[in-house]
C-alpha cells in the first residue's frame, strides 16, 4: 500500500474561476494546479481576444505569490465569433481553445449556439489552424429528458459536426454517461477528440441530489445520472487511457443563489479535487494511473509537454479535513462533500 505518492504537478482542463469578488476568493484555491483550461462564461462572456487577454491578467492579480497556476484561456464561441479573430488568438497563443455551449444548456449560455449550421466558418477555420473545440454536450430541446440530453447530443449534434468539418479536434467536456465515454474512446485515434471527466461524476450518481430530499450542492450539468455510468466514468478514469483527463469544472456559486426554489448548476470541487481523486484512484486500486489522468493525458492532447515539476501526497492515519464553506464577501461557497473520508494529503512543497 501506498504511504507517499509523488505526481508530475496536476492540469484542470476545466475550470470556472469566475470574476470580481469571487475570482479573488476562489483562484487560490486552484493555484496549485499546473495549468487550467479557464471557461469563459462570464457575464458578459468572453468573447473577444482582447476580453480573453484581460481577464487573463484578472485571473493573474488574483493568484497568490509563487502560484503555479498558468491560465489557459478560451473564447465563448457565439454566432457572430469572427474565424480569422479566432485563428489568430490562437496563433498569438492568446486562447487555447474555443468554447461551445448550446444556447440554454447551462450558466451563462444565453450567448451560445442556436444554429449550429451558422457556426461551421468557424469550425472550418479551426480544424484548419487545429485549435480545439471545448463542448458543453447537452441538447437543449425542451422534449428531450433530461438524463438523456447527452446521448442525444452525440447523436444529433457532435457527431454531426465532426463528419461534416474534419480534422476539427474536441473535447467533449464534463462526460456523465457510458455513451459519453464510448464516444470519446471510439473516436480519439489521432488525437481527434478527448473527454474531460470531473471529480464530483466520479463520486455521485443521481441518487446523492434526490435520494432522502434535495440537495442542491450536489445538482451540476450535465446532471450526475445512474449508477452504470458513474462506473463507466471511473473505469475510462482510471484506466489511464490517454483521451480521458481531468477537467474538475469546480464552478463556484454563492450558495445564496444554489439554495433558491430554482437553484442554480455546479460544484466546487477545488479546494479538496486533489485529495478525493486520490481516494477514488486508491479504492479502485488504480493509483499507479492517476498521474496519466491529472497530469499526462490533458497535456498530450493540448499538445503540450507535461509540468516538469512534481507535487506530493501523502495518506494520513487519520482523516484529512477540507472546509464545509468558504467566505467570499457576504456571501459563503459550499465545498464539494464527498460522502466518505479523506485521508490523502497534498504536502507543502
Ligand atoms: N457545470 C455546471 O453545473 N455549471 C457551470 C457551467 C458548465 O460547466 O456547464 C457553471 O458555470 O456554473
Ligand atoms: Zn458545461
Ligand atoms: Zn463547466
Not at 14 to 26: A, F, K, N
Not at 103 to 121: C, E, K, L, M
Not at 238 to 244: D, I, K
Request: charged share 20%; glycine share 8%.
Amino acid at each position: 500500500m501506498y504511504k507517499t505518492l509523488t505526481l508530475r504537478r496536476p492540469d484542470d482542463w476545466h475550470l470556472h474561476l469566475r470574476d470580481g469578488e469571487m475570482l479573488q476568493t476562489v483562484a487560490p484555491h486552484s493555484a496549485a494546479f499546473g495549468r487550467a483550461i479557464i471557461m469563459p462564461n462570464l457575464v458578459p462572456p468572453v468573447v473577444t481576444s482582447e476580453q480573453a487577454r484581460a481577464y487573463r491578467e484578472r485571473i493573474l492579480a488574483a493568484l497568490p505569490e509563487g502560484a503555479a497556476l498558468q491560465p489557459l484561456m478560451t473564447l465563448y464561441l457565439t454566432e457572430t465569433t469572427d474565424p480569422a479573430d479566432v485563428v489568430a488568438a490562437h496563433r498569438d497563443g492568446i486562447i487555447a481553445a474555443v468554447k461551445l455551449y448550446p444556447a440554454g444548456a447551462t450558466t451563462n449560455s444565453a450567448s451560445g449556439v442556436t444554429d449550429f449550421d451558422r457556426v461551421r466558418p468557424v469550425f472550418e477555420a479551426m480544424a484548419e489552424a487545429g485549435v480545439p473545440l471545448c463542448v458543453h454536450g447537452e441538447v437543449t430541446d425542451p422534449e428531450v429528458d433530461i438524463f438523456d440530453r447527452e446521448a442525444v447530443f452525440i447523436d444529433r449534434v457532435l457527431d454531426p459536426i465532426r463528419r461534416a468539418t474534419l480534422g476539427l479536434r474536441v473535447v467533449m467536456e464534463h462526460i456523465t454517461t457510458a455513451e459519453g465515454v464510448d464516444y470519446v474512446r471510439d473516436h480519439a485515434a489521432g488525437g481527434a477528440m478527448g473527454g474531460t471527466i470531473t471529480t464530483h461524476h466520479l463520486v455521485i450518481n443521481r441518487n446523492a441530489i434526490l435520494a432522502g430530499g434535495i440537495r442542491p450542492h450536489y445538482y451540476c450539468l450535465p446532471v450526475a445520472k445512474r449508477e452504470r455510468h458513474r462506473l463507466a466514468l471511473r473505469t475510462a478514469a482510471t484506466s489511464g487511457q490517454g483521451p480521458f483527463f481531468l477537467g474538475t469544472d469546480s464552478a463556484p456559486h454563492p450558495d445564496r443563489a444554489k439554495l433558491q426554489p430554482c437553484g442554480c448548476a455546479g460544484c466546487f470541487t477545488a479546494p479538496n479535487t486533489v485529495s478525493i481523486l486520490a481516494q477514488v484512484f486508491e479504492q479502485d486500486g488504480a493509483l499507479d494511473q492517476l498521474e496519466a489522468f491529472t497530469s499526462l493525458n490533458g497535456p498530450a492532447f493540448y499538445r503540450l509537454p507535461p509540468n516538469e515539476d512534481r507535487i506530493r501526497l501523502s495518506r494520513h492515519q487519520t482523516p484529512v479535513t477540507f472546509p464545509q464553506e468558504i467566505a467570499a464577501g457576504d456571501e459563503t461557497v459550499t465545498v464539494f462533500d464527498p460522502g466518505f473520508p479523506l485521508f490523502w494529503h497534498t504536502e507543502p512543497a
